[in-house]
């Protein structure tokens, strides 16, 4: 039977908080166009769920270094609303509901996976049991440090994090990682970093381009 553990660390935000780029929230939001407002043309549920996946609209990437496969999905507002409310339709007053919650942060999936035939990809290439337990570790503790956003000069950490671990069910780990959305300026190219410790296989990065975010589509309510 699949044993999920989550380990879950949020950091909240409030309007008192510090503003990480040093400019008033005012200010901040006459300089930035956040993602979820550039929205254009709209999709219903199921066409929307499968444009986002498909890595021709460049919302989904994915790139092997040697032998593991790093794999990035953007996760616009809508499609976390599409999610969870699994139906063909979506009213108005319950997709804004959703979007108010959603609202702050830009979320991305995060996935590692290794060559078929591994059960757990922990596992993969280890040389002892130490070993094994120091990549749990590194996954459920440390790994979100390795993680961030570069635009500009600015390097945006990674302030939510969420390892799925499937015990011998999958040769993938899943990380739900979000950003602090008010520190993104969607009019700008973004680069998503990860420092692989777990691997050794140096820095992976993803880059995306303003028109991308902009061309993102809007879900279709009745």
Same mark, same amino acid.
């Given at each position: ?7 879950? $660390? ?10 990480? &780029? ?7 939001? @006459?300089? *930035? ?10 999709? =219903?549920?199921?066409?929307?769920? !499968? ?5 021709? *609209?460049?919302?989904?990437? %994915?790139? &092997? ?7 990035? #999905? ?5 499609? +976390? ?5 699994? %139906? ?33 990809? +922990?596992?993969?290439?280890? %040389?002892?049991?130490?070993?094994? #337990? #120091?990549?749990? *570790? ?12 570069? #635009? ?9 994090? +969420? ?26 190219? =973004?680069?998503? +970093? $990860? *420092?692989?410790?777990?691997?050794? @296989?140096?820095?992976? @990065? ?11 589509? !809007?879900? @279709?309510?009745?």
């Amino acid at each position: 039977m699949k044993q999920v553990i989550c380990i879950l $660390f949020t950091f909240c935000f409030c309007s008192a908080c510090k503003n990480p &780029t040093g400019v008033s929230e005012t200010e901040e939001t @006459k300089m *930035n166009t956040t993602i979820a407002e550039n929205r254009t043309h709209e999709l =219903m549920p199921i066409d929307y769920v !499968k444009w986002v996946k498909e890595e021709k *609209n460049g919302i989904s990437k %994915s790139k &092997t270094i040697d032998d593991v496969k790093y794999i990035l #999905q953007y996760k616009p507002h809508d499609y +976390l609303a599409c999610m969870e409310f699994k %139906s063909d339709t979506v009213r108005k007053n319950e997709l804004v509901k959703k979007e108010e919650e959603f609202k702050g942060m830009v979320y991305f999936d995060f996935k590692i996976h290794i060559p078929d035939g591994y059960t757990e990809f +922990l596992k993969y290439g280890i %040389s002892s049991a130490s070993e094994y #337990q #120091q990549r749990v *570790n590194y996954c459920a503790f440390n790994m979100q440090y390795e993680i961030s956003i570069i #635009q500009n000069a600015d390097t945006i950490p990674c302030t939510m994090y +969420l390892f799925e671990r499937a015990y011998d069910v999958m040769p993938e780990g899943t990380f739900l990682l979000g950003f602090d959305e008010r520190a993104i300026d969607a009019n700008k190219e =973004m680069t998503f +970093l $990860f *420092n692989d410790k777990l691997f050794r @296989k140096g820095y992976v @990065k993803f880059t995306f381009e303003p028109k991308t975010l902009i061309n993102i589509p !809007k879900l @279709k309510t009745v």
